[in-house]
Each structure stands twice: as structure tokens, then as C-alpha cells.
């Protein structure tokens, strides 16, 4: 079983929750909400948690740098939003920073990857 440590890449990351039943990319949309778009679900805040939260630097290209929230709905449904940081964000929403900081963190690092 691999470590926290070795799990260093994004794509490594994400096949790994794939592996795990996190499948679903949530976005951001036009009114301010997030959305899942194969689920047809449409998200406020509160009703989300951020079960883990990851930061991946490019070592030799700032444009790699991205974070990658894991999400759970209060349904049980698992999801993910990935966005590039700083300069080259890929949510040019004003209301991007504001929706993710309203939603409840519990990290849950080691049942959601190890377990």
C-alpha cells in the first residue's frame, strides 16, 4: 500500500479516487452554485464538505500548480473541483474563493485513501 508521501503527482491522485468512486467533477456555474453536471445536481455551500485538500506545485512550470478539493454531498455522493492557482486560476468567478471558503472542511485523509 503506497504512503502519503508517494502519492506526488495529480494523476496518481486522481486514479486513485477514481479507484475510490470519486468521479464526478463539480464546477462552478453561471449563478453562483456548483454544479455536477452527470449528476444533474446543483450545490450550495452547506451542502457540501471538503474531505481533503490537495496541492500540487509544478517544479519547473508555475502553470502546473493546481489544488484539488475532494468532496462529499450530504447524500453521501463523492465528487471533486480542480482548479489551477494564483495567476492562472482556471475560475475567473468572483464568487469562486467565497463559495469554496463557506463550505465545511473535515479531512479524512486516511479513510478516504488508505483505508
Not at 7 to 16: F, G, I
Not at 19 to 45: C, F, T
Amino acid at each position: 500500500m503506497e504512503k502519503p508521501g508517494e502519492m506526488t503527482t495529480l494523476t496518481r491522485v486522481l486514479e486513485r479516487l477514481h479507484e475510490k468512486g470519486y468521479d464526478h467533477e463539480l464546477k462552478m456555474s453561471d449563478h453562483g452554485r456548483m454544479q455536477s453536471p452527470d449528476m444533474q445536481k446543483i450545490y450550495d455551500p452547506e451542502d457540501l464538505t471538503i474531505i481533503k485538500t490537495y496541492r500540487f506545485e509544478g517544479e519547473s512550470d508555475p502553470s502546473d500548480s493546481s489544488i484539488l478539493y475532494v468532496m462529499e454531498d450530504t447524500e453521501g455522493n463523492k465528487g471533486y473541483v480542480l482548479d489551477a492557482y494564483g495567476a492562472y486560476s482556471s475560475h475567473d468567478e468572483p464568487w469562486f474563493d467565497e463559495f469554496i471558503k463557506k463550505i465545511k472542511v473535515e479531512d479524512r485523509e486516511e479513510q478516504l485513501l488508505f483505508g
